[in-house]
């Protein structure tokens, strides 16, 4: 499957922990974005980056959130200290920069107990 | 501020009838415009994109008509397909490549056998 992974697809963490989500891009792509989706929402976007440099970060947090695009790997989205409010489906998309078109994963459902 | 809107949170139609789903945006330097297919616990789809050059873009069944001087895409599905029942997402981009998407908070389709 050529297709955006992501894992892991759920993920439970107690207000507090470290919750780490990995998106692997469609093969060829070089682009990545993560977005979140709160419930009865669309998709918000987070953070665009490429191999080992944040693009755009306007629609990450402040605090707690952090991205990163290793030159190899997958790339991953790590929030700190979780709190209820980051409770939601995260998705990645991957471009090859080209296009327009982001493709997607099928999403990390995070839930904070 | 919600700069894509789709004001129907969802839609009936009969099998073999035509969906119209609706689109409105507030930002004119938008120039690049997706729908996107989603299905419960799945990444959204990829279905159909147009450029602010043109006014008309077809692909099978689906067809994305922009009015730029409403500021009003519409997607057209014909004929309609029980398969077809999803939840559908506007979104908008910048300026061209790799740019962040905006989402409307998307419109759900039923198609009724």
């Known amino acids: 499957n050529a297709g955006v992974m992501q894992n892991p697809r759920h993920l439970v963490r107690r207000r507090g922990q470290e919750a780490r989500l990995r998106c692997s891009p469609m093969?060829?792509?070089?682009?990545v974005y993560w977005y979140r989706q709160l419930p009865e929402e669309g998709l918000k976007f987070m953070v665009y980056l490429q191999k080992e440099n944040i693009i755009d970060e306007s629609g990450m947090p402040k605090e707690r959130f952090s991205a990163e695009f290793p030159k190899e790997g997958p790339s991953i989205l790590r929030i700190q200290q979780v709190v209820r409010g980051d409770s939601a489906a995260y998705f990645c998309?991957?471009?090859?920069?080209?296009?327009?078109?982001?493709?997607f994963g099928p999403g990390t459902r995070l839930t904070v107990t | 501020d919600q700069q894509v809107k789709q004001n129907s949170p969802s839609l009936s139609v009969q099998e073999g009838r035509i969906s119209i789903l609706n689109c409105d945006y507030t930002?004119?330097?938008?120039?690049?415009f997706l729908w996107y297919k989603k299905y419960p616990a799945e990444g959204p789809t990829f279905l159909i994109s147009i450029s602010s050059i043109k006014d008309k873009n077809e692909d099978g069944r689906f067809t994305v008509f922009l009015n730029k001087s409403a500021k009003h895409l519409s997607l057209h599905i014909v004929p309609s397909q029980p398969g077809d029942s999803a939840v559908y997402f506007c979104?908008?981009?910048?300026?061209?490549?790799?740019?962040?998407?905006?989402f409307g908070k998307g419109t759900k389709l039923t198609v009724n056998p």
């Open positions: 998309a991957s471009s090859d920069g080209q296009f327009n078109e982001q493709y």
């Open positions: 093969k060829g792509h070089s682009h």
């Open positions: 979104a908008a981009s910048l300026q061209g490549g790799s740019e962040k998407l905006v």
């Open positions: 930002n004119s330097m938008f120039d690049y």
